[in-house]
C-alpha cells in the first residue's frame, strides 16, 4: 500500500481515503470491506477489494460521516442498505460516479501522475 492524498470533503471536514490490509498496526477488522475513524478524519477500504465494492464500501463509509455529522442516528442496518441503492440508483440515471472512483482507485494504487 503506497501512501496517498486520495480524500472527500464531507461537510467541513475532508476525509481522507486509505486503504486498510490484514497487517494494519491500527487494527482493521478484516470481516468488515471498510470503517471510519472520525477523530482521524479517516475511511479506510479492506485491500484487494473489488473495483465495484470498493465504490460502495466508499459511499457507505460517507453514509456514516454524514450521519455522524448530523447526529441523524442512522443504523448498520440502513446503511447497509442505503449504500449500493444509492450507487446504483446514481448509475441507472446518468450521474458521473468516475470521481468517486479515481479517489478509489488513488488510494488503493497511489496517485495517477
Known amino acids: 500500500m503506497s501512501e496517498t492524498s486520495a480524500s472527500v470533503k464531507i461537510g467541513p471536514l ?11 498496526p491500527q487494527g482493521f477488522d478484516m470481516e468488515k470491506w ?3 475513524r472520525h477523530n ?9 477489494s473489488h473495483p465495484q465494492l470498493a465504490l460502495i464500501t466508499l459511499v457507505h463509509e460517507c453514509i456514516h460521516c454524514i450521519n455522524f455529522m448530523l447526529s441523524a442516528g442512522i443504523n448498520e442496518e440502513y ?12 448509475e441507472d440515471n446518468g450521474v458521473d460516479l468516475n470521481p468517486l472512483r479515481d ?4 488510494a488503493q494504487h497511489g496517485d495517477r501522475t
Not at 15 to 23: G, L, M, Q
Open 40 to 48: 482521524h478524519a479517516l475511511i479506510r477500504i479492506r485491500e484487494a
Open 79 to 90: 446503511v447497509e442498505i442505503l449504500a449500493p441503492a444509492l450507487v446504483m440508483f446514481l
Open 34 to 36: 471498510g470503517d471510519v
Open 14 to 24: 475532508q476525509y481522507y481515503v486509505k486503504v486498510a490490509s490484514i497487517n494494519d
Open 103 to 106: 479517489i478509489v482507485w488513488e
